[in-house]
């Protein structure tokens, strides 16, 4: 055990989770993964009540947090809120949606603003990327960047990189993300045209459109209304077999939106899944993306639909070429992502407001 971890093993720690079951990814990578494997004990924080340490998600009501005095405060900020235009108009609404629908009890219809708040009154900030951390250091000056912990998903790696008749890719996500395929269409499709291909979506199979509980959508709909003109296999989204799904294709994809600054400010998380599997995987060039492609020595960070062409081409027609990016990119994670890194990360966190 760390010596953060026994220090946070004699306090008590409060967590603000995704769900209160702890059961959706944010909560199983990255705090609630960390506290089980350190084995600290903590409970779902309220914020009445007087805590030595509260872990804020994501989900946190940061309109009360931003005002707690009775302990230290750590923000698990893994998006890039603050990237957000202020012209955006979903984001001039985003604090009076919270409000109306009861998620932050206070009004703060600045979203922007109550985030910088909720920053300048951690004590610890965590954060996902570069871009993030020099964002967030305006406001507090204790900011750390720590990943997620596949260690539960991964449980197979891909040994063969031979390709049947029909070239299978993957993409694995989120349902309300799925529309990030439609960016890649016409390289889809015009790789359709001189290949038999097939798409397998990996995700949940309904979501809620709105706040993450209003206006739900079945994930079928979606995928089938994307038009993309191949076949498509959804496939729910399980812990125990996501790894074998994704093993049985011969190729990943990450798409996002480059011209989006939230979607682009993305951190390599979904990237490093794949790669810890062993997976073949093309992606946009976002910031943390191409850092991710560079750092392991590879060359499929697209900018354009003709680099997703050429990519995807290149990967169909080379078993070696496939074999050695699944190498490659699982050699970077295990080298510069590992568990025991991660569990370290989050142990220097924890040191850095507990040290006296």
Not at 167 to 179: I, N, R, S
Not at 248 to 265: E, T
Not at 295 to 314: K, P, V
Request: hydrophobic residues 40%; aromatic residues 10%; charged residues 25%.
């Amino acid at each position: 055990m760390s010596a953060a971890s026994n220090t946070l093993a004699g306090l008590r720690v409060g967590y603000v989770p995704y769900s209160a079951s702890l059961d959706l990814p944010g909560d199983r990578r990255r705090f609630a993964s960390y506290a089980q494997q350190r084995g600290i004990r903590f409970e779902l924080a309220d914020p009445r009540e007087r805590y030595d340490v509260v872990l804020l998600s994501e989900r946190a009501d940061i309109s009360v947090w931003c005002d707690y005095a009775k302990g230290k405060i750590v923000y698990d900020l893994i998006d890039s809120y603050l990237a957000i235009p202020r012209s955006d108009l979903k984001g001039q609404l985003r604090g009076l949606a919270k409000f109306l629908t009861r998620q932050h009890r206070r009004p703060r219809l600045n979203h922007w603003r109550a985030i910088e708040a909720m920053c300048r009154r951690a004590d610890a900030v965590v954060c996902t990327t570069a871009e993030q951390k020099r964002e967030i250091e305006k406001f507090c000056s204790n900011v750390h960047i720590i990943l997620d912990n596949h260690t539960a998903v991964t449980r197979q790696v891909k040994k063969d990189y031979r390709a049947g008749k029909v070239f299978q890719l993957v993409w694995e996500g989120l349902p309300a993300t799925l529309d990030s395929l439609w960016l890649i269409k016409d390289a889809l499709r015009a790789f359709g045209r001189q290949h038999a291909f097939a798409l397998n979506v990996v995700t949940d199979p309904f979501y809620y459109r709105y706040l993450g509980r209003y206006g739900r959508r079945n994930t079928l709909d979606i995928v089938r209304g994307l038009g993309l003109g191949m076949p498509v296999t959804l496939h729910e989204w399980n812990e125990t077999i996501c790894a074998d799904i994704i093993c049985k294709s011969d190729a990943a994809i990450i798409p996002l939106d480059l011209h989006d600054p939230f979607a682009a400010g993305k951190p390599e998380n979904k990237l490093l899944l794949f790669w810890r599997i062993g997976m073949p995987t093309v992606v946009s060039a976002s910031p943390a993306y191409a850092r991710a492609m560079a750092g392991a020595g590879l060359n499929a960070a697209c900018t354009s639909s003709d680099d997703w062409c050429r990519t995807l081409e290149f990967l169909l027609t080379q078993e070696s070429a496939r074999a050695e990016a699944g190498r490659r990119g699982r050699a970077y994670a295990e080298a510069n992502f590992s568990e025991v890194q991660l569990l370290a990360r989050w142990d220097a966190m924890f040191a850095s407001i507990l040290t006296p």
